[in-house]
Nanobody, 114 residues
Framework: QVQLVESGGGLVQPGGSLRLSCAASESIEIYAMGWYRQAPGKQRELVATVTSGGATNYADSVKGRFTISRDNPKNTVYLQMNSLKPEDTAVYYC?????????WGQGTQVTISS
């Protein structure tokens, strides 16, 4: 099974930027890849996805601010986050999905605070 490792989280002031990375242990070419987040006391929610063909989808709350991308030769998916808001504070998780097979990383904390 594919193993996913997220990195790039941290503490940023409102209006700042971060780029999250998700490194996979094997080729991600066949997988739809996604970023999800979970804030304290809330359910995990979809942030952005990118299909194996490169089509992207975003939650309304991040449209125009976040960009998901994939680099198949590097087995890596990125989430560029701009104009960050306090409500973006959460643990961000990477997901790889192929039909019924889904895999998750351990998450990386993103905190937006002044």
């Amino acid at each position: 099974q594919v193993q996913l490792v997220e990195s790039g989280g941290g503490l940023v002031q409102p209006g700042g930027s971060l780029r999250l990375s998700c490194a996979a242990s094997e080729s991600i070419e066949i997988y739809a890849m996604g970023w999800y987040r979970q804030a304290p006391g809330k359910q995990r929610e979809l942030v952005a996805t990118v299909t194996s063909g490169g089509a992207t989808n975003y939650a309304d709350s991040v449209k125009g601010r976040f960009t998901i991308s994939r680099d198949n030769p590097k087995n890596t998916v990125y989430l560029q986050m701009n104009s960050l808001k306090p409500e973006d504070t959460a643990v961000y998780y990477c997901n790889a999905q192929w039909f019924k097979y889904g895999y998750w990383g351990q998450g990386t904390q993103v905190t937006i605070s002044s």
